[in-house]
């Protein structure tokens, strides 16, 4: 009896440990193979950005003939040029611009946001429900088609070739996006601390800004984060509303310079690319988690 | 909060109505205004029916290459993209190390994507002596022409949507790392193989997900702007003169604000007519958790 059980077990287990073993095999392979893939498609699509660093330190006639990221004969002329620039001011003109239309718009697209947002998701109100479906309509809305009439808007307030176009409409919590962002976050608060401290006899205001906006930091430097990204790389508002070069962004001085300089000083125009790049690539790499949150939980365009 | 005044939340929310009015509402009006008259900027806007329209789809070549390459390239880009995205989301949801070393490197492009330095990376590196070709020279490929032809240059556009599918990938990744493990035990039991279970439970489940970079990626597209601006200009033969740079060219160049705001207006009625299709079909096709109707 025994032995019969046996008999007709022995293959069975060993049936088993063949499959189990394929498995653990086919489980390495398939491993391996990720990893290989994920590599490869990895490198694939950094290597322009380090073949960027390498051909910022080349020399011109160096760039189209190296395709390695090491430069052979390393010079620096291309960001000593650059700096200077075709125009009467320096690139650091240009980088000073950028933070000054990117620093104010950031500040007030977070308290402008906040405080839509807290009012979205803490009170009631009469025609709640119709301003938020025109919250969502406007992060639908493409921009494309409010584009001419806001320039006529800001031509008749005198705002032209000032940064008050680009920063105003943020301050009024312009980027429906963030707004929808924070409301859904606040939603997911609960609401004890709140009223615990409107009982205390704290009034809406200093409980917004004493319990909610501690709270809710994590969501809102995601928000900063964006908006300061989307500012730097931002062209089409500066290019409609900025005339003059002394009040150019680093992103409309790039295409002055390939405009003027392209036709043989390449270096020149990389190095100041690198440069442009830089700020962004940093504050990613030292956030990069609340990049990531931040667009797993709210779901972000870019 | 009870006890509070209604109007309270009105307070709050003072700066976002300010703002619709002014810059959304006011403008989305006007613009429709606009597209029905003749607007150079030195006249008071003269009314002219549907002058404007008529123009445009009778008797402007222009309009009707820079909506037909928009089309092709906004039905290029997306799906190619979304697909990619998935892809690479379902290799990266897997108990591998350094995942994080990677969804960090494929995220990259899309925060630097958009800036004019990486458009002037692409002119480089597509170049006829550039990167690319002396890639291709190496593994001993011909040179391509990827800016003079037309086909290619639409191309080359679209590859800098491609190479930053990063921000799509990672909504995917979280939705797939969201999803209910003992689901896939179950279905293996019952004899499920890996791509039974990826088509009857993975994609379902990300249904919402897929709908959701869909809509935002294809809004997107329709109004890319910097990319071609920067890289073509528009050609060769207007093969890359997208719609956006048509309308720009048309309200800030030739200062003709009515004409362009009829552009303006088909392209943000083709937009909302695809988000309508995709909303009314997402019944059939996209699953909610908790939802009894699927």
Redesign the interface.
């Known amino acids: 009896m025994t032995d019969h059980i046996l008999s007709q077990n022995t293959p069975a287990a060993r049936d088993i440990d063949i499959v189990r073993s394929r498995e653990t095999r086919s489980h390495r392979f398939s491993?391996a193979l990720?990893?290989a893939?994920?590599t490869a498609?990895?490198l694939l699509?950094?290597y322009?950005?380090i073949?960027?660093i390498g051909?910022s330190f080349k020399t011109n006639s160096e760039?189209?003939?190296?395709?390695g990221f090491w430069p052979e004969n390393p010079t620096l002329d291309g960001y000593i040029k650059g700096w200077k620039t075709s125009t009467p001011y320096s690139f650091g003109t240009f980088f000073a611009n950028t933070l000054w239309i990117v620093i104010p718009k950031v500040i007030g697209t977070a308290i402008?946001c906040t405080?839509?947002a807290?009012?979205?998701a803490?009170?009631?109100?009469?025609f709640?429900k119709v301003?938020f479906s025109?919250?969502i309509a406007?992060l639908?809305?493409?921009?494309?088609?409010?584009?001419?009439?806001?320039?006529?808007?800001f031509r008749d307030l005198g705002w032209l070739d000032s940064y008050l176009p680009l920063w105003?409409?943020s301050?009024?919590?312009?980027d429906a996006f963030f707004?929808f962002m924070l409301v859904q976050f606040l939603r997911a608060i609960p609401r004890d601390m709140?009223?615990a401290a409107?009982v205390d006899g704290a009034t809406?205001w200093q409980t917004l800004i004493f319990i909610v906006v501690p709270l809710l930091m994590p969501a809102l430097i995601s928000v900063c984060l964006f908006q300061f990204?989307?500012t730097?790389?931002d062209?089409?508002g500066p290019l409609?509303y900025i005339s003059s070069v002394d009040k150019y962004p680093?992103?409309l001085a790039?295409?002055l310079s390939?405009d003027t300089t392209e036709a043989f000083e390449?270096n020149r125009?990389?190095a100041?690319?690198?440069l442009?790049?830089a700020p962004?690539?940093a504050v990613?790499f030292l956030a990069?988690k609340y990049?990531?949150d931040g667009?797993?939980?709210g779901?972000?365009?870019? | 909060?009870s006890g509070?005044n209604?109007?309270?939340?009105?307070?709050?929310?003072s700066?976002?109505?300010?703002?619709?009015l002014?810059?959304?509402a006011?403008?989305?009006l006007?613009?429709l205004y606009?597209s029905f008259t003749n607007y150079n900027l030195m006249n008071e806007p003269v009314f002219t029916g549907l002058q404007n329209y008529i123009r445009l789809f009778t008797n402007d070549r222009t309009f009707r290459k820079s909506l037909w390459v928009t089309l092709v390239y906004v039905f290029m880009t997306v799906p190619l993209k979304l697909a990619f995205a998935l892809f690479?989301a379902v290799?990266?949801n897997?108990k591998?190390k350094f995942i994080n070393v990677?969804?960090?490197?494929?995220?990259?492009?899309?925060?630097?994507g958009?800036?004019?330095?990486?458009a002037?990376?692409w002119?480089?590196?597509f170049?006829d002596?550039?990167?690319v070709n002396?890639?291709l020279a190496?593994l001993g490929f011909e040179p391509v022409n990827w800016f003079g032809d037309p086909t290619n240059a639409l191309f080359t556009i679209t590859l800098l949507r491609l190479?930053?599918f990063g921000?799509a990938m990672?909504?995917f990744?979280?939705a797939l790392q969201s999803i209910d493990k003992t689901l896939y035990e179950a279905a293996s039991i019952d004899g499920a193989g890996k791509w039974t279970s990826f088509v009857y439970i993975t994609l379902p489940l990300i249904t919402p997900?897929i709908f959701?970079?869909l809509?935002?990626?294809m809004?997107?597209a329709?109004?890319e702007?910097?990319g071609p601006?920067?890289i073509t200009q528009g050609g060769p033969l207007k093969s890359t003169y997208l719609?956006?740079i048509y309308?720009?060219d048309e309200?800030?160049k030739r200062f003709d604000?009515g004409y362009?705001?009829a552009i303006?207006?088909v392209?943000?009625l083709i937009?909302m007519a695809l988000?309508l299709i995709a909303f009314w079909s997402s019944r059939h096709w996209v699953y909610y958790a908790g939802d009894k109707r699927s």
């Open positions: 491993a990720r990893y893939l994920l498609v990895g699509m950094l322009p950005l073949w960027l051909a760039i189209f003939s190296n395709p402008s405080a839509v807290y009012g979205f803490r009170f009631d109100f009469p709640k301003l025109a919250l406007t639908l809305l493409p921009n494309v088609v409010t584009r001419i009439p806001q320039y006529l808007i105003v409409p301050a009024l919590a312009g707004v709140e009223e409107r809406t990204m989307w730097m790389n062209f089409l409609i680093i992103s790039l295409k390939i390449w125009v990389l100041m690319s690198v442009s790049l962004a690539l990613f990069q990049f990531i667009i797993s939980s779901g972000i365009k870019g | 909060m509070d209604k109007f309270l939340g009105l307070i709050y929310l700066p976002f109505i300010i703002g619709l002014v810059f959304t006011l403008p989305f006007a613009s606009l690479m290799i990266l897997y591998l990677f969804r960090t490197a494929y995220y990259v492009p899309s925060i630097l958009g800036s004019i330095a990486i002037v990376l002119r480089y590196i170049a002596v550039g990167l002396m890639g190496l190479w930053q921000s990672v909504i990744l979280a997900v959701f970079n809509i935002m990626q809004v997107q329709f109004q702007f910097n601006y920067i719609l956006p309308i720009y309200a800030f604000m362009a705001s303006a207006w392209l943000f937009i988000t």
